[in-house]
């Protein structure tokens, strides 16, 4: 009797392990060809990965983040450190420091006219100020995992790019800092604005710091030990533990902009080398007068050169580790997405309207950024398009919601306030996918054209 009972319950755990494994196959196939109707007709990925998971979600009756547990919250960090990495490898250094000023102006612009436009609207439904501004710092930043594979898939010139790019790093530390202020504000009564100024400062300097001296040291290591390179799944945990050790109680700085550092780092390696070797071929080349005896030997300097270069490139990032690491940002973004989709609760309307018009609010406000960030810029207008339309919310107003929720300070009810910040998250991404296929497409010309007189 044992024995069958036995055999009945490993049947059924069976078809539960089966059914499960089904599904992540399902998942995988559809993004996959959300992916390919992205690259052919522009439609977005994010969206129907999104819409997947809500009807996951409605199907299986999961609207609590809690229900999946720590390795929810797990994985959503690890997407959002590994999007974050994958992206800052293809950012040339060079044009970041020549964007970096534009960038800079547009993030705090941005930054604050969207948390003074959020904090607005909730005050008219909240009458709370405090609570009203810890909900406008939350959602004034823009989602790494969201703007990064958009970027890559929509055809906008490198600098703009790396200007999305950079932003929703930088703007998601600022959402952070920002919001634990507040709460310390709620929770103390009081607050000195030099703090602030000073936790900014010295966790982006910090971050930057040590993502940069570990990104160094990692390239180091490659060059000395080219059987390395072939171990792509060290990068990836030393990856992380680069987030941990900034992110820990050691340092206590920002985890994201440290990644963002040591990606930036194994993507210039090749640069990085050539000035710490002193090799500047071509210009040394062309400066010497060389005598036809001596040509021969220059060319052979020459070859010598770029087979130390190919050798540089091949210790630091190769094309294959390139591939394995876009599977990987694939991997993890699909799952992402379908995840935050099964978050959202349809089923209270009033605050799924709260977080339209919330979302709605932001994007009127950001036409006006871009326009007072690149006044003096002769950019076109469909880059300009792109630089209005995609702000999407995405983990970290998700982490910061729960943090809000563990503090025990907001006024409403807590299912509520989660509810709320998860519409915006998916509104916006939403919306901004939407937005980029018609600007794609020639169909949305953006908002640039009411603060344009030539226009």
């Known amino acids: ?21 089904a599904l992540i196959a399902g998942i995988i196939f559809i993004g996959f060809i959300s992916e390919i109707f992205f690259k052919r007709f522009s439609f977005p990925d994010v969206l129907l990965l999104s819409l997947v998971g809500i009807g996951l979600g409605s199907f299986l009756k999961v609207s609590d983040p809690k229900a999946f547990g720590a390795g929810a919250e797990i994985f959503s960090t690890f997407a959002l450190i590994f999007i974050l990495f994958q992206g800052a490898t293809n950012i040339n250094f060079k044009t970041l420091v020549k964007n970096l000023p534009s960038t800079l102006k547009l993030t705090t612009l941005s930054f604050v006219l969207t948390t003074l436009t959020l904090a607005g609207i909730s005050y008219l439904f909240l009458g709370d100020i405090l609570m009203s501004l810890l909900i406008g710092l939350i959602l004034s930043g823009t989602s790494s995992a969201v703007v990064i594979p958009l970027v890559t898939n929509v055809e906008i010139k490198n600098k703009y790019g790396l200007v999305l790019t950079l932003e929703s790093a930088i703007s998601d530390v600022l959402c952070i800092l920002g919001t634990l202020t507040i709460i310390e504000v709620i929770k103390t009564g009081n607050i000195v604005a030099s703090q602030i100024f000073q936790g900014i400062l010295s966790s982006f300097s910090l971050a930057l710091l040590v993502g940069a001296v570990f990104g160094i040291g990692w390239i180091l290591l490659f060059r000395k030990y080219e059987y390395l390179n072939d171990f792509y799944m060290l990068t990836i945990a030393f990856l992380l533990g680069v987030y941990v050790f900034v992110e820990g109680p050691f340092i206590s700085a920002s985890g994201p902009i440290a990644v963002l550092a040591f990606g930036l780092v194994l993507g210039n390696s090749k640069s ?101 960030a690149f006044k003096n810029t002769n950019i076109e207008n469909r880059e300009k398009t792109i630089l209005e339309v995609l702000i999407p919310k995405g983990l970290a107003a998700a982490v910061l919601s729960g943090i809000v929720i563990q503090e025990g300070i907001v006024t409403i009810r807590s299912g509520d306030f989660i509810n709320m910040i998860l519409s915006v998250v998916l509104i916006s991404i939403i919306l901004s996918s939407i937005l980029i296929f018609l600007a794609d497409k020639g169909l949305f010309k953006g908002f640039y054209r009411f603060f344009s007189k030539s226009e």
């Open 1 to 21: 009797m044992n024995t069958q009972i036995y055999k009945v319950s490993s049947l059924f755990l069976s078809m539960d392990v089966l059914s499960y494994l």
């Open 272 to 372: 990085i080398f050539s000035m710490i070797d002193g090799e500047d071929s071509e210009s040394e080349l062309k400066n010497k007068k060389v005598k036809p005896k001596a040509l021969k030997s220059s060319k052979a300097i020459k070859t010598k050169i770029v087979s130390e270069d190919d050798h540089i490139l091949k210790n630091a990032l190769t094309s294959n580790a390139k591939n394995f690491y876009h599977e990987v940002s694939f991997f993890v973004k699909t799952f992402f997405f379908v995840y935050l989709g099964m978050l959202i609760d349809l089923t209270n309307l009033e605050i799924f309207v709260f977080g339209l018009i919330l979302t709605i609010g932001a994007f009127l406000v950001r036409p006006i950024c871009v326009y007072f």
